[in-house]
């Protein structure tokens, strides 16, 4: 327990699920309902200032388990993603998680480019990605997925929920106060997963459409759920947009391009029509996928838009605050 500068006692506890204005919070095996203080609210610049799952808090307990948050601990991990549509705001998914499990199923929903996103934002979380293909038992042709997914060099568990292959594989992960936190589409089997993890019916599952193994969204929310192992659990809703908001680790996980790159004649090649170009000569010959070299191009103008988008919220903030002092 901890006092602030205005003598009131704090206590230590865990977001489990934000309602947007309203909180839930784990804290000593208790639930709380909680609000964030004025202060908190007010003195915050962007709303990745604000709790969001997996946050650590501190607050003051009040009557009939309430509470009201003081304020937001550090965060050892955070994975998040670029706000759907034209605006260049961050969306906390989830934070304090040390793997970060990517959800796709052995399905025609099956998307290898999509998880190349998902790895990216992944590997500059601060968490570990793991690559969970789920429905083994419904593929007849594993190794069809199994094999393009080896270029990314990524772990990968292979689940069935019908004879529970791998799931206990995750819940080993999940021991000690481990935290990991579920992304994907929907439909791809996240809620039965937890459910399995949980061995529990803890989420309604939804059936899939039979004409495109597309899902319905099950999850409305996110939320951290206590597991049997000692661990915790971020179920997500699902997402079919999903855009990393910073461009660090967009190399690392591309690196076979960028090796190739280095092997070009010119060291300014544009990889279009320049002689000796070892990236067109890597695609002609089948050692590099057009496709992933396409997908790479792609992230690469949306991560570098985003940087200068940034960039100059950040010079008019600047500017506010020097507004601000200079008025004062």
């Keep these: 327990m901890t006092t602030n500068k205005y003598h009131v006692s704090l206590i230590r506890g865990r977001v489990t699920i934000s309602y947007g204005s309203s909180y839930q919070i784990l804290s000593n095996d208790q639930e709380i309902s909680a609000k964030l203080s004025g202060s908190l609210k007010h003195q915050s610049t962007s709303q990745s200032e604000l709790p969001v799952v997996g946050d650590w808090v501190k607050f003051q307990l009040l009557p ?5 948050i003081h304020s937001v601990d550090e965060r050892f991990s955070k994975f998040s993603r670029k706000t759907a549509g034209n605006r260049s705001d961050e969306q906390i998914i989830a934070t304090n998680i040390d793997w970060l499990f990517i959800v796709s199923s052995l399905n025609n929903d099956f998307n290898l480019r999509r998880i190349e996103r998902y790895l990216v934002a992944g ?10 293909l789920t429905k083994a038992d419904l593929c007849p042709t594993i190794d069809l997925f199994l094999v393009p997914l080896y270029t990314l060099k990524t ?12 799931i206990q594989q995750i819940a080993d992960l999940l021991a000690d106060g481990k935290t990991g936190a579920l992304v994907g589409s929907s439909g791809v089997g996240k809620s039965t997963l937890v459910n399995r993890l949980m061995k529990a019916e803890t989420m309604h599952v939804s059936v899939i459409r039979e004409v495109d193994d597309r899902g319905r969204h099950t999850t409305t929310h996110r939320e951290l759920l206590t597991l049997p192992t000692g661990g915790f659990l971020i179920d997500t809703p699902g997402m079919r947009e999903f855009q ?68 100059e919220k950040e ?12 008025t004062n």
């Design 315 to 326: 010079k008019l903030k600047n500017r506010r605050k020097k507004k601000i002092a200079h």
């Design 123 to 132: 590997k500059q979380s601060g968490a570990k990605p793991i690559v969970i």
């Design 64 to 68: 009939d388990n309430k509470g009201i």
């Design 155 to 166: 772990d990968i568990i292979v689940t069935s929920f019908d004879n529970e292959q791998g």
């Design 244 to 311: 990393p908001f910073q461009e660090e680790q967009l190399d690392s996980q591309f690196e076979d391009i960028v090796q190739l790159s280095f092997k070009c004649r010119f060291r300014n090649c544009r990889h279009n029509r320049e002689k000796d170009c070892a990236i067109k000569q890597a695609i002609d010959s089948g050692e590099l996928s057009e496709n992933r070299y396409m997908n790479y191009l792609k992230l690469q103008k949306e991560l570098i838009f985003q940087e200068k988008r940034i960039r």
